[in-house]
């Protein structure tokens, strides 16, 4: 009987380990994005892929400001829910959101209609209620990508992520940062490619971006008035 009871204890422990394992591997899971998690299950062998995308950039304007003036935790609790509420808007059109930058998103937009799905989005993204706490900008640019883990594999304590890098990601989040709140800022290329019916609010034309060689000819865009009526903030 007393071994009977330690072989049914030390199979109770066994499961409650497995279970307690079981939910610590959901929670680093969800510490990854799906595009990480599928990243892993394409290339097993880590080389970089290479790609055509459409990248959104997103950034809260005045952030520094006001967690100076908001208590942290609800300064955290709206930024979070603020966040939220962007990647289920880019999840929403078929795109993936790669990482938060703390106060803003980097999303990409792949395949057939990447162009057309990212600024569809990006209009609903300035429109959303969300944009009455934290008003932010918000960049679109396309070309090619270079997608992988990036990070020190070698070196103890190290740990690598999966990032995007390429001057398309560059060039979004220069724009995003020229970005009014409220508003789509846009290489006149993608929205050429998108062959998106919104109106352009301004054509800004050629303008010189820091790091890149040549001008790019660029569109402002602001959601209409039935998008900003019919968007949600949940």
């Given at each position: 009987m007393?071994?009977?009871?330690?072989?049914?204890?030390d199979l109770v422990q066994g499961k409650l380990a497995s279970r307690a394992m079981e939910a610590k591997a959901a929670r680093l899971e969800n510490l990854l994005s799906e595009e990480a998690l599928s990243a892993i299950d394409r290339n097993s062998t880590g080389e970089v892929e290479i790609f055509e995308g459409t990248v959104l950039f997103t950034d809260i304007r005045r952030?520094?400001?006001?967690?100076?003036?908001m208590p942290p935790r609800e300064f955290f609790?709206?930024?979070?829910?603020?966040?939220s509420i962007q990647a289920r808007l880019v999840r929403d059109y078929e795109g993936?959101?790669?990482?938060?930058?703390?106060?803003?998103?980097?999303?990409v937009f792949r395949g057939m209609g990447k162009s057309y799905l990212a600024l569809r989005c990006a209009v609903e993204l300035a429109g959303n209620n969300c944009q009455q706490i934290f008003p932010y900008g918000i960049g679109v640019a396309g070309g090619l990508i270079l997608a992988g883990l990036v990070g020190d594999s070698d070196r103890a304590?190290?740990?690598?992520q999966y990032d995007v890098i390429?001057?398309?990601?560059h060039l979004a989040a220069r724009l995003c940062s020229m970005a009014n709140a409220r508003e789509v800022i846009a290489t006149q290329q993608a929205y050429a490619a998108a062959r998106f019916s919104h109106p352009v609010t301004r054509t800004i034309g050629r303008v010189s971006i820091r790091g890149f060689d040549?001008?790019?000819?660029?569109?402002?865009?602001?959601?209409?008035?039935?998008?900003?009526?019919?968007?949600?903030g949940t």
């Amino acid at each position: 009987m007393q071994r009977f009871r330690a072989a049914l204890s030390d199979l109770v422990q066994g499961k409650l380990a497995s279970r307690a394992m079981e939910a610590k591997a959901a929670r680093l899971e969800n510490l990854l994005s799906e595009e990480a998690l599928s990243a892993i299950d394409r290339n097993s062998t880590g080389e970089v892929e290479i790609f055509e995308g459409t990248v959104l950039f997103t950034d809260i304007r005045r952030s520094s400001e006001m967690i100076t003036h908001m208590p942290p935790r609800e300064f955290f609790s709206q930024l979070n829910q603020t966040l939220s509420i962007q990647a289920r808007l880019v999840r929403d059109y078929e795109g993936s959101v790669i990482k938060f930058t703390g106060d803003g998103m980097l999303a990409v937009f792949r395949g057939m209609g990447k162009s057309y799905l990212a600024l569809r989005c990006a209009v609903e993204l300035a429109g959303n209620n969300c944009q009455q706490i934290f008003p932010y900008g918000i960049g679109v640019a396309g070309g090619l990508i270079l997608a992988g883990l990036v990070g020190d594999s070698d070196r103890a304590g190290q740990k690598q992520q999966y990032d995007v890098i390429g001057a398309s990601v560059h060039l979004a989040a220069r724009l995003c940062s020229m970005a009014n709140a409220r508003e789509v800022i846009a290489t006149q290329q993608a929205y050429a490619a998108a062959r998106f019916s919104h109106p352009v609010t301004r054509t800004i034309g050629r303008v010189s971006i820091r790091g890149f060689d040549a001008g790019f000819d660029c569109v402002a865009l602001n959601p209409s008035p039935e998008t900003t009526e019919t968007a949600t903030g949940t």
